[in-house]
Protein backbone atom coordinates (compact mmCIF):
# COMPACT_ATOMS: atom_id res chain seq x y z
CA UNK A 1 0.00 0.00 0.00
CA UNK A 2 1.10 3.44 -0.76
CA UNK A 3 0.11 7.11 0.20
CA UNK A 4 1.26 8.94 -2.81
CA UNK A 5 4.41 7.87 -4.02
CA UNK A 6 5.60 6.63 -0.47
CA UNK A 7 5.34 2.99 0.40
CA UNK A 8 3.32 2.68 4.04
CA UNK A 9 5.81 -0.20 4.96
CA UNK A 10 9.03 1.96 4.31
CA UNK A 11 7.40 4.85 6.85
CA UNK A 12 6.48 1.95 8.95
CA UNK A 13 10.28 0.91 9.32
CA UNK A 14 11.40 4.67 8.93
CA UNK A 15 9.89 6.72 12.03
CA UNK A 16 11.66 6.61 14.73
CA UNK A 17 8.94 5.13 17.73
CA UNK A 18 7.09 2.04 17.04
CA UNK A 19 3.87 3.03 17.74
CA UNK A 20 0.83 3.81 15.78
CA UNK A 21 0.84 6.83 13.71
CA UNK A 22 -1.49 9.47 11.58
CA UNK A 23 -0.10 9.40 7.93
CA UNK A 24 -1.63 12.74 5.30
CA UNK A 25 -1.37 13.02 2.03
CA UNK A 26 -0.79 16.71 1.98
CA UNK A 27 -1.71 16.69 -2.01
CA UNK A 28 -5.15 14.54 -1.02
CA UNK A 29 -5.71 17.71 1.39
CA UNK A 30 -5.65 19.92 -1.88
CA UNK A 31 -7.82 17.93 -3.85
CA UNK A 32 -10.58 17.78 -1.79
CA UNK A 33 -10.35 22.03 -0.79
CA UNK A 34 -9.65 22.43 -4.73
CA UNK A 35 -13.12 20.40 -5.60
CA UNK A 36 -14.89 22.64 -3.43
CA UNK A 37 -13.00 25.90 -4.98
CA UNK A 38 -13.91 24.35 -8.50
CA UNK A 39 -17.60 23.90 -7.81
CA UNK A 40 -18.15 27.10 -5.77
CA UNK A 41 -16.44 29.29 -8.96
CA UNK A 42 -18.11 31.72 -10.23
CA UNK A 43 -20.53 32.42 -6.62
CA UNK A 44 -19.44 35.06 -4.29
CA UNK A 45 -18.35 31.83 -1.31
CA UNK A 46 -16.85 31.20 1.76
CA UNK A 47 -15.48 27.75 2.42
CA UNK A 48 -15.36 27.52 5.93
CA UNK A 49 -13.14 24.59 7.01
CA UNK A 50 -14.43 22.78 10.25
CA UNK A 51 -11.57 23.00 12.74
CA UNK A 52 -12.81 20.64 14.66
CA UNK A 53 -12.70 17.70 12.41
CA UNK A 54 -8.66 17.94 12.68
CA UNK A 55 -6.61 20.81 14.47
CA UNK A 56 -3.14 20.18 13.81
CA UNK A 57 -1.74 23.38 12.78
CA UNK A 58 -0.12 22.35 9.73
CA UNK A 59 -2.96 21.32 8.29
CA UNK A 60 -4.93 24.38 8.97
CA UNK A 61 -2.36 26.45 7.64
CA UNK A 62 -2.63 24.54 4.30
CA UNK A 63 -5.84 25.00 3.97
CA UNK A 64 -5.70 28.70 4.66
CA UNK A 65 -3.40 29.47 2.01
CA UNK A 66 -5.55 27.46 -0.49
CA UNK A 67 -8.00 30.34 0.39
CA UNK A 68 -10.11 28.35 2.95
CA UNK A 69 -12.05 30.48 6.12
CA UNK A 70 -12.50 28.71 9.40
CA UNK A 71 -15.25 27.89 11.58
CA UNK A 72 -14.82 27.13 15.31
CA UNK A 73 -16.57 25.92 17.87
CA UNK A 74 -14.42 27.53 21.02
CA UNK A 75 -12.52 30.46 21.89
CA UNK A 76 -8.98 28.16 21.79
CA UNK A 77 -9.95 26.96 18.45
CA UNK A 78 -10.12 30.72 17.17
CA UNK A 79 -7.04 31.10 18.97
CA UNK A 80 -5.52 28.62 17.21
CA UNK A 81 -7.13 29.76 13.57
CA UNK A 82 -5.77 33.14 14.46
CA UNK A 83 -2.14 31.30 14.99
CA UNK A 84 -2.24 29.63 11.58
CA UNK A 85 -2.68 32.78 9.65
CA UNK A 86 -7.11 32.90 9.00
CA UNK A 87 -8.48 36.51 8.67
CA UNK A 88 -10.78 36.13 12.26
CA UNK A 89 -13.48 38.56 10.41
CA UNK A 90 -14.01 35.84 7.79
CA UNK A 91 -14.04 33.03 10.33
CA UNK A 92 -17.45 31.85 11.75
CA UNK A 93 -17.71 31.58 16.10
CA UNK A 94 -20.70 28.56 16.22
CA UNK A 95 -21.88 26.68 19.24
CA UNK A 96 -24.97 25.76 22.05
CA UNK A 97 -23.06 27.25 24.92
CA UNK A 98 -20.70 29.72 24.10
CA UNK A 99 -19.27 31.44 26.96
CA UNK A 100 -18.76 34.94 27.28
CA UNK A 101 -14.93 35.08 27.63
CA UNK A 102 -14.75 33.11 24.38
CA UNK A 103 -17.82 35.49 22.50
CA UNK A 104 -15.79 38.83 24.04
CA UNK A 105 -12.45 37.21 22.29
CA UNK A 106 -14.59 36.62 19.33
CA UNK A 107 -16.24 40.26 19.47
CA UNK A 108 -12.51 41.72 19.59
CA UNK A 109 -11.59 40.23 16.31
CA UNK A 110 -14.46 40.73 14.58
CA UNK A 111 -16.11 36.60 13.82
CA UNK A 112 -18.82 36.42 12.54
CA UNK A 113 -21.21 34.75 15.10
CA UNK A 114 -24.28 32.30 14.84
CA UNK A 115 -27.09 33.17 17.22
CA UNK A 116 -28.27 29.66 18.55
CA UNK A 117 -30.65 30.68 21.25
CA UNK A 118 -32.32 33.60 23.36
CA UNK A 119 -29.87 33.24 26.24
CA UNK A 120 -27.13 33.25 23.56
CA UNK A 121 -27.93 36.32 21.89
CA UNK A 122 -28.49 38.46 25.26
CA UNK A 123 -24.52 36.76 26.01
CA UNK A 124 -23.72 37.95 22.15
CA UNK A 125 -25.28 41.64 22.95
CA UNK A 126 -23.02 41.91 26.51
CA UNK A 127 -19.52 40.43 24.88
CA UNK A 128 -20.55 43.28 21.78
CA UNK A 129 -20.83 46.04 25.19
CA UNK A 130 -17.98 45.18 26.44
CA UNK A 131 -15.98 44.70 23.27
CA UNK A 132 -17.68 47.69 22.15
CA UNK A 133 -18.34 46.28 19.08
CA UNK A 134 -20.69 45.68 16.86
CA UNK A 135 -20.89 42.11 16.52
CA UNK A 136 -22.10 40.58 13.00
CA UNK A 137 -24.19 37.62 13.69
CA UNK A 138 -26.31 35.44 11.77
CA UNK A 139 -29.28 33.25 12.68
CA UNK A 140 -29.07 29.53 13.12
CA UNK A 141 -32.66 28.22 11.95
CA UNK A 142 -33.29 24.71 12.99
CA UNK A 143 -35.16 24.16 9.46
CA UNK A 144 -36.02 20.20 10.90
CA UNK A 145 -34.76 18.34 8.13
CA UNK A 146 -33.79 14.82 8.68
CA UNK A 147 -30.58 14.44 7.95
CA UNK A 148 -30.95 10.77 7.92
CA UNK A 149 -27.66 10.06 9.60
CA UNK A 150 -26.52 8.36 13.06
CA UNK A 151 -28.77 10.25 15.75
CA UNK A 152 -25.15 11.44 17.73
CA UNK A 153 -24.27 13.62 14.72
CA UNK A 154 -27.99 14.75 13.62
CA UNK A 155 -28.55 18.51 14.26
CA UNK A 156 -31.13 19.80 12.19
CA UNK A 157 -34.34 18.13 13.27
CA UNK A 158 -36.57 19.68 15.79
CA UNK A 159 -35.77 18.13 18.70
CA UNK A 160 -31.65 19.15 18.73
CA UNK A 161 -30.15 20.66 21.13
CA UNK A 162 -28.89 23.34 18.32
CA UNK A 163 -30.29 26.48 17.05
CA UNK A 164 -33.51 28.37 16.97
CA UNK A 165 -37.12 27.37 16.78
CA UNK A 166 -38.53 28.90 13.80
CA UNK A 167 -41.61 30.07 15.46
CA UNK A 168 -39.23 32.38 17.36
CA UNK A 169 -38.14 33.94 14.47
CA UNK A 170 -39.68 36.92 15.40
CA UNK A 171 -38.73 37.58 18.59
CA UNK A 172 -35.21 36.70 17.52
CA UNK A 173 -35.59 40.20 14.60
CA UNK A 174 -37.21 42.15 17.04
CA UNK A 175 -33.95 42.02 19.61
CA UNK A 176 -31.62 42.08 17.02
CA UNK A 177 -33.40 45.60 15.92
CA UNK A 178 -33.19 46.87 19.99
CA UNK A 179 -29.98 45.91 19.89
CA UNK A 180 -28.03 47.38 17.00
CA UNK A 181 -25.38 49.02 18.72
CA UNK A 182 -24.37 45.25 19.56
CA UNK A 183 -25.23 43.51 17.01
CA UNK A 184 -25.86 43.24 13.26
CA UNK A 185 -28.24 40.63 11.71
CA UNK A 186 -26.15 39.82 8.10
CA UNK A 187 -27.07 36.12 7.75
CA UNK A 188 -29.10 32.80 8.50
CA UNK A 189 -26.79 29.27 9.15
CA UNK A 190 -28.58 25.91 9.26
CA UNK A 191 -26.21 23.28 9.90
CA UNK A 192 -27.83 19.87 9.67
CA UNK A 193 -25.56 16.85 10.79
CA UNK A 194 -23.03 15.02 9.39
CA UNK A 195 -21.90 12.30 7.20
CA UNK A 196 -24.89 13.48 5.12
CA UNK A 197 -24.99 11.40 1.86
CA UNK A 198 -28.09 12.43 0.10
CA UNK A 199 -27.65 15.92 -1.71
CA UNK A 200 -31.16 16.47 -2.07
CA UNK A 201 -31.00 16.87 1.59
CA UNK A 202 -29.44 20.16 1.47
CA UNK A 203 -31.93 20.92 -1.35
CA UNK A 204 -34.50 20.94 1.18
CA UNK A 205 -32.67 22.55 3.70
CA UNK A 206 -31.82 25.24 1.32
CA UNK A 207 -35.38 25.44 0.21
CA UNK A 208 -36.50 26.81 3.71
CA UNK A 209 -33.37 28.48 4.34
CA UNK A 210 -33.80 30.75 1.03
CA UNK A 211 -37.30 31.67 1.96
CA UNK A 212 -36.49 32.78 6.10
CA UNK A 213 -33.55 35.28 3.86
CA UNK A 214 -36.54 36.17 1.80
CA UNK A 215 -39.00 36.95 5.07
CA UNK A 216 -36.19 38.87 6.94
CA UNK A 217 -35.27 41.25 4.24
CA UNK A 218 -38.88 41.58 3.95
CA UNK A 219 -39.08 42.68 7.53
CA UNK A 220 -35.95 45.29 6.77
CA UNK A 221 -32.69 43.04 7.62
CA UNK A 222 -30.08 43.65 4.93
CA UNK A 223 -29.48 39.92 4.60
CA UNK A 224 -25.79 39.00 2.88
CA UNK A 225 -25.00 35.70 3.62
CA UNK A 226 -26.43 32.03 3.78
CA UNK A 227 -24.62 29.91 5.32
CA UNK A 228 -25.59 25.95 4.84
CA UNK A 229 -23.05 24.54 7.07
CA UNK A 230 -21.67 20.99 6.90
CA UNK A 231 -21.92 17.37 6.82
CA UNK A 232 -21.55 16.13 3.56
CA UNK A 233 -20.37 12.30 4.00
CA UNK A 234 -17.41 10.28 2.52
CA UNK A 235 -17.57 6.82 0.97
CA UNK A 236 -16.08 4.99 4.40
CA UNK A 237 -17.38 1.51 2.83
CA UNK A 238 -14.47 1.79 -0.25
CA UNK A 239 -17.90 0.01 -2.36
CA UNK A 240 -17.71 2.26 -5.17
CA UNK A 241 -20.86 3.55 -4.44
CA UNK A 242 -21.18 6.83 -6.03
CA UNK A 243 -21.20 9.23 -3.24
CA UNK A 244 -21.84 12.84 -4.07
CA UNK A 245 -19.31 15.45 -4.58
CA UNK A 246 -19.00 19.49 -3.42
CA UNK A 247 -20.00 19.86 -6.96
CA UNK A 248 -23.73 17.84 -6.36
CA UNK A 249 -24.08 19.48 -3.29
CA UNK A 250 -23.64 23.28 -4.65
CA UNK A 251 -25.33 22.22 -7.85
CA UNK A 252 -28.39 21.27 -5.91
CA UNK A 253 -28.65 24.17 -4.62
CA UNK A 254 -27.61 26.93 -6.90
CA UNK A 255 -30.59 28.53 -8.62
CA UNK A 256 -32.22 29.33 -5.10
CA UNK A 257 -28.59 31.66 -4.85
CA UNK A 258 -29.02 33.07 -8.23
CA UNK A 259 -30.68 36.55 -8.44
CA UNK A 260 -30.86 36.60 -4.75
CA UNK A 261 -27.41 38.70 -4.36
CA UNK A 262 -25.70 35.95 -1.32
CA UNK A 263 -22.37 35.16 -0.13
CA UNK A 264 -22.77 31.51 0.06
CA UNK A 265 -20.88 29.92 3.48
CA UNK A 266 -20.43 26.29 3.16
CA UNK A 267 -18.76 24.72 6.45
CA UNK A 268 -17.02 20.77 5.59
CA UNK A 269 -15.05 19.69 7.77
CA UNK A 270 -15.18 15.72 7.33
CA UNK A 271 -14.80 15.72 3.38
CA UNK A 272 -11.83 18.19 3.50
CA UNK A 273 -10.00 15.74 5.39
CA UNK A 274 -11.32 12.62 6.35
CA UNK A 275 -9.97 10.36 3.19
CA UNK A 276 -6.17 12.51 3.25
CA UNK A 277 -5.27 9.94 6.19
CA UNK A 278 -4.67 6.53 7.73
CA UNK A 279 -3.58 5.77 10.94
CA UNK A 280 -0.95 3.23 10.52
CA UNK A 281 -0.98 0.09 13.10
CA UNK A 282 0.82 -2.93 13.56
CA UNK A 283 -0.19 -6.23 14.30
CA UNK A 284 0.62 -7.47 18.06
CA UNK A 285 -0.61 -10.99 17.95
CA UNK A 286 -3.97 -13.00 16.69
CA UNK A 287 -6.41 -14.87 18.84
CA UNK A 288 -9.57 -16.78 18.75
CA UNK A 289 -12.28 -16.41 21.71
CA UNK A 290 -15.73 -18.90 21.54
CA UNK A 291 -16.49 -18.82 18.18
CA UNK A 292 -14.15 -14.98 17.07
CA UNK A 293 -10.83 -14.30 15.85
CA UNK A 294 -9.33 -11.47 17.21
CA UNK A 295 -6.45 -9.19 15.24
CA UNK A 296 -5.07 -7.54 18.20
CA UNK A 297 -3.24 -4.35 16.94
CA UNK A 298 -1.06 -1.41 19.18
CA UNK A 299 -3.73 1.01 17.74
CA UNK A 300 -7.13 1.57 20.16
CA UNK A 301 -9.89 3.53 21.06
CA UNK A 302 -7.60 5.90 22.61
CA UNK A 303 -6.10 7.04 19.20
CA UNK A 304 -9.37 6.56 16.97
CA UNK A 305 -12.68 6.30 18.71
CA UNK A 306 -15.31 6.22 15.73
CA UNK A 307 -15.98 2.78 15.35
CA UNK A 308 -16.52 2.51 19.41
CA UNK A 309 -18.39 5.53 19.83
CA UNK A 310 -20.98 5.46 16.97
CA UNK A 311 -20.16 2.15 15.74
CA UNK A 312 -19.11 3.88 12.61
CA UNK A 313 -16.89 1.99 10.03
CA UNK A 314 -13.68 2.76 8.57
CA UNK A 315 -12.08 0.38 5.68
CA UNK A 316 -9.38 -1.86 7.52
CA UNK A 317 -6.48 -3.58 5.07
CA UNK A 318 -3.27 -4.49 5.25
CA UNK A 319 -0.67 -2.70 4.51
CA UNK A 320 1.37 -5.30 2.35
CA UNK A 321 0.46 -8.60 0.53
CA UNK A 322 0.32 -11.31 3.12
CA UNK A 323 2.48 -14.61 3.10
CA UNK A 324 1.25 -17.64 0.76
CA UNK A 325 -1.18 -19.20 2.19
CA UNK A 326 -2.59 -16.93 4.86
CA UNK A 327 -5.43 -17.98 5.35
CA UNK A 328 -8.21 -15.58 5.14
CA UNK A 329 -11.37 -15.59 8.02
CA UNK A 330 -13.33 -12.87 9.73
CA UNK A 331 -11.78 -10.60 12.34
CA UNK A 332 -12.84 -8.35 15.43
CA UNK A 333 -9.83 -5.45 14.85
CA UNK A 334 -9.60 -4.71 18.33
CA UNK A 335 -6.52 -2.27 20.65
CA UNK A 336 -5.29 -3.49 24.18
CA UNK A 337 -7.39 -0.85 26.13
CA UNK A 338 -9.15 -2.30 28.66
CA UNK A 339 -12.72 -2.25 27.61
CA UNK A 340 -14.91 -4.07 25.23
CA UNK A 341 -15.69 -1.39 23.38
CA UNK A 342 -12.00 -1.03 22.12
CA UNK A 343 -12.45 -2.31 18.49
CA UNK A 344 -11.72 -0.65 14.89
CA UNK A 345 -14.06 -3.00 13.01
CA UNK A 346 -15.94 -5.77 13.60
CA UNK A 347 -16.21 -8.93 11.58
CA UNK A 348 -13.76 -8.12 8.69
CA UNK A 349 -12.94 -10.55 6.11
CA UNK A 350 -9.15 -10.16 6.06
CA UNK A 351 -6.00 -12.29 5.55
CA UNK A 352 -4.42 -14.00 8.71
CA UNK A 353 -1.71 -11.59 9.23
CA UNK A 354 1.72 -12.27 10.80
CA UNK A 355 2.70 -10.80 14.11
CA UNK A 356 4.57 -7.40 13.28
CA UNK A 357 2.39 -6.82 10.02
CA UNK A 358 1.37 -3.00 9.02
CA UNK A 359 -2.94 -2.63 9.06
CA UNK A 360 -4.27 0.94 8.30
CA UNK A 361 -7.37 2.49 9.40
CA UNK A 362 -8.74 3.95 5.93
CA UNK A 363 -10.17 7.51 6.02
CA UNK A 364 -8.45 8.33 9.56
CA UNK A 365 -8.35 12.20 8.49
CA UNK A 366 -11.41 13.90 10.22
CA UNK A 367 -12.72 13.12 13.82
CA UNK A 368 -10.35 10.57 14.92
CA UNK A 369 -6.79 12.70 16.13
CA UNK A 370 -8.93 15.48 17.15
CA UNK A 371 -11.05 13.01 19.71
CA UNK A 372 -7.92 11.12 20.66
CA UNK A 373 -7.44 10.72 24.27
CA UNK A 374 -4.60 9.60 26.51
CA UNK A 375 -6.73 6.87 28.21
CA UNK A 376 -4.92 3.81 29.92
CA UNK A 377 -1.77 6.05 29.52
CA UNK A 378 -1.56 5.55 25.47
CA UNK A 379 -0.24 8.77 24.69
CA UNK A 380 -1.14 10.71 21.54
CA UNK A 381 0.27 9.60 18.51
CA UNK A 382 2.49 11.55 16.45
CA UNK A 383 1.22 12.65 12.47
CA UNK A 384 3.15 12.74 9.46
CA UNK A 385 2.19 14.02 5.96
CA UNK A 386 3.89 13.08 2.55
CA UNK A 387 4.46 16.30 0.59
CA UNK A 388 3.14 17.12 -2.56
CA UNK A 389 5.92 15.86 -4.32
CA UNK A 390 4.48 12.52 -3.53
CA UNK A 391 8.28 11.41 -1.63
CA UNK A 392 9.33 13.11 1.02
CA UNK A 393 7.82 12.33 4.68
CA UNK A 394 7.31 15.34 7.11
CA UNK A 395 6.35 15.13 10.79
CA UNK A 396 3.72 17.40 11.20
CA UNK A 397 3.05 16.71 14.93
CA UNK A 398 5.06 15.31 17.67
CA UNK A 399 4.26 12.02 19.45
CA UNK A 400 3.31 12.42 22.82
CA UNK A 401 5.08 11.02 25.97
CA UNK A 402 4.59 10.21 29.53
CA UNK A 403 6.53 13.08 30.26
CA UNK A 404 4.22 15.04 28.60
CA UNK A 405 1.38 13.45 31.30
CA UNK A 406 4.60 14.05 34.33
CA UNK A 407 4.21 17.82 33.64
CA UNK A 408 0.79 18.10 34.84
CA UNK A 409 2.05 17.41 38.20
CA UNK A 410 5.40 19.38 38.49
CA UNK A 411 5.39 21.80 41.41
CA UNK A 412 2.33 20.31 43.05
C1 LIG B 1 -19.14 19.99 12.90
C2 LIG B 1 -19.70 21.12 12.17
C3 LIG B 1 -19.43 21.28 10.81
C4 LIG B 1 -18.61 20.29 10.00
O1 LIG B 1 -19.32 19.11 9.79
P1 LIG B 1 -18.71 17.98 8.82
O2 LIG B 1 -19.69 16.88 8.90
O3 LIG B 1 -17.38 17.60 9.39
O4 LIG B 1 -18.61 18.56 7.47
C5 LIG B 1 -19.93 22.40 10.19
N1 LIG B 1 -20.68 23.30 10.85
C6 LIG B 1 -20.96 23.17 12.16
C7 LIG B 1 -21.79 24.19 12.82
C8 LIG B 1 -20.49 22.08 12.86
O5 LIG B 1 -20.80 21.94 14.14
Known amino acids: MFCEGVKIEDVMTAVEEKRPFYLYSKSQLTRNYAAYARALQGMEYMVGYAVKANNNLKILEHLRAMGSSAVLVSGNELKLAMKAGFDPSRCVFNGNGKLLDELILAAKHNVLINVDSEFDLEQICEAGRIAGKQIKVLLRINPDVDPQV ?95 TPTDLVNTVHDLLAGRDLTFIIEPGRSLVANAAVLVNRVTGVKSNGNKNFIVIDGSMSELIRPSLYGAYQHIELVSPPAAGAKRATFDVVGPVCESSDFLGKDRELPTPEKGAGIVVHDAGAYCMAMASTYNLRMRPPEYWVEEDGKTVTKIRHAENLDDHLRYFDGL
Open 150 to 244: HPYIATGNKNSKFGIRNERLGWFLEQVKSHSDEVKLVGVHCHLGSTISKVSIFRDAAVLMVGYVDHIRSEGFEIQYLNIGGGLGIDYHHEGANYP
